[in-house]
T-cell receptor
Framework: EAQVTQNPRYLITVTGKKLTVTCSQN?????MSWYRQDPGLGLRQIYY???????DKGDVPEGYKVSRKEKRNFPLILESPSPNQTSLYFC??????????????FGPGTRLTVL | DQQVKQNSPSLSVQEGRISILNCDYT??????FLWYKKYPAEGPTFLIS?????DKNEDGRFTVFLNKSAKHLSLHIVPSQPGDSAVYFC????????????FGKGTKLTVNP
C-alpha cells in the first residue's frame, strides 16, 4: 500500500529534550516536506527536500532541522524543543511537478506537546 | 500576510443539498489551486485541483471554479453527503520553486442527515 508513515503519532516531552519525528514514504517520491498545523493558522511549511541531500527552509524553520540521507526518509529534528513548538506535524511527499500538478500525499500526523 | 484566505470557518448544509466552499487568494503567480479534505486524526487528502489557465474542473460530485479576475475559487459538492463532513483546505502552488503548498485556514463542513 502506497503511504507516508510518521512516528511517533503522539509525543509529550519537556523543554530542551532533543527529539526526532520520523517520516518514511514507499512511493519513490523525490519531494518531501514537513508542515505544522496550528489552530487558526492552517498548515505552514517548515522544511522541504527536492531529493537526497537537497533540503531547504520553508516558512517557519526556526528551531527545526531535517536531513535527507535516503530517498524514502525525511526525519524532523527538534534539538531543543520549546512550548511554542507544541503543534500537529504532517509529513508529505510527491513526485516533482513536470507541467501538471502532482498530488502531495500526507502522513497521518504527529501530535507533539512540549511542556 | 495571508496569501490564501478561507473566510468561513464553518458551513452546515443538509444532506442532498449543494455545499459551496469559498477561497480567495492574493498572489497572481500561483499555477495551481487545490482542495484538500481532512478528517480528524488523519492527514489531509487531495480532493481536486485546477490549473490557473482553466476556469472549471469537475470530478464526480466535486467541481472547482476559478475566477482569476476576482482571485477567487470555490468548491461545489453536489449532492452533499454526511461522509463529506470534514475540514476542507484550499491551497495554492507555484511550480518551479519549493513546491510549497500555501494553505488557507480551512472550513469545517458539516452535512446533516
Amino acid at each position: 500500500e502506497a503511504q507516508v508513515t510518521q512516528n511517533p503519532r503522539y509525543l509529550i516531552t519537556v523543554t530542551g529534550k532533543k527529539l526526532t519525528v520520523t517520516c518514511s514514504q514507499n512511493m519513490n517520491h523525490e519531494y518531501m516536506s514537513w508542515y505544522r498545523q496550528d489552530p487558526g493558522l492552517g498548515l505552514r511549511q517548515i522544511y522541504y527536500s527536492m531529493n537526497v541531500e537537497v533540503t531547504d527552509k520553508g516558512d517557519v524553520p526556526e528551531g527545526y532541522k531535517v536531513s535527507r540521507k535516503e530517498k524514502r526518509n525525511f526525519p524532523l529534528i527538534l534539538e531543543s524543543p520549546s512550548p511554542n513548538q507544541t503543534s500537529l506535524y504532517f509529513c508529505a511527499s510527491s513526485f516533482l511537478s513536470s507541467g501538471s500538478y502532482n498530488e502531495q500525499f500526507f502522513g497521518p500526523g504527529t501530535r507533539l506537546t512540549v511542556l | 500576510d495571508q496569501q490564501v484566505k478561507q473566510n468561513s470557518p464553518s458551513l452546515s448544509v443538509q444532506e442532498g443539498r449543494i455545499s459551496i466552499l469559498n477561497c480567495d487568494y492574493t498572489n497572481s503567480m500561483f499555477d495551481y489551486f487545490l482542495w484538500y479534505k481532512k478528517y480528524p486524526a488523519e492527514g489531509p487528502t487531495f480532493l481536486i485541483s485546477i490549473s490557473s489557465i482553466k476556469d472549471k474542473n469537475e470530478d464526480g460530485r466535486f467541481t472547482v471554479f476559478l475566477n482569476k479576475s476576482a482571485k477567487h475559487l470555490s468548491l461545489h459538492i453536489v449532492p452533499s453527503q454526511p461522509g463529506d463532513s470534514a475540514v476542507y483546505f484550499c491551497a495554492a502552488l507555484t511550480q518551479g520553486g519549493s513546491e510549497k503548498l500555501v494553505f488557507g485556514k480551512g472550513t469545517k463542513l458539516t452535512v446533516n442527515p
